[in-house]
């Protein structure tokens, strides 16, 4: 009854109970190892050493779990992904970020991202405008539509309008997918025919 329950997804996958979706707990070991946090890469194997049985443990509860096998599976996964390798560091082998790791990382960033709405509109507008080529479709398309998520008004198909501050997330963004050479930042003052979007984004008008 007090108890926390394993269940079973639709796809047969297990979800452990102890605060961790699917993908949540290899996140965060990603996070741990980006910190700093030195995961000896001999957890991964089939007989781990007795000598590291303390630490396993200890990453287990540091990651509030009550099997370490849950741990290793994780760490497990992640290296068959390839979003962690192994590297030598004093003389130990330990996990480390790959190139793929780095980029799921600012994947999860990307996520989280938002536009801040100000106390009050300082009465400029941002565009954000973009002629990305047919090989790069993919991140055009990801631009477009998170910039729709982020509630951009699209004036154009690849013309983006927000009235806040959003220059240092769209450079971002621009990077996680690629295509910052294809895109321009503009900010404007004036605005023909901007009574629309001052309703749109529920702004005070200004004459």
């Known amino acids: 009854m007090g108890g926390k329950s394993k269940k079973e997804t639709a796809k047969g ?11 949540e707990l290899a996140k965060e070991i990603l996070l741990m190892i980006a910190a700093g946090l030195a995961i000896p890469a001999a957890l991964l194997m089939p007989n781990i050493p007795i000598a590291l049985r303390p630490l396993l443990w200890a990453l287990t509860k540091r990651c509030g779990l009550r099997k370490s096998g ?19 560091k004093d003389g130990q082998q330990i996990l480390t970020l790959s190139e793929d790791g780095k980029r799921r990382l600012l994947r999860y960033d990307l996520d989280k991202i938002a536009i801040k709405k100000p106390r009050k509109w300082d009465g400029y507008w941002r565009l954000v405008l973009f002629d990305i080529p047919e090989k790069e479709k993919i991140g055009r398309e990801a631009l477009r539509g998170k910039l729709k998520q982020l509630g951009f008004y699209q004036l154009q198909k690849s013309c983006f309008i927000h009235p806040f501050d959003c220059k240092s997330e769209i450079d971002f963004i621009s990077e996680i997918f690629e295509v910052s050479p294809y895109v321009n930042f503009i900010l404007a003052k004036e605005l023909e025919g901007a009574s629309h979007l001052v309703k749109y984004f529920n702004l005070p008008f200004k004459r």
């Open 13 to 23: 996958r297990i979800h452990d109970s102890e605060g961790y979706g699917k993908g």
């Open 70 to 88: 849950h741990f290793v599976r994780s760490i497990t996964y992640l290296k068959g992904r390839r979003l962690v390798s192994i590297a030598e």
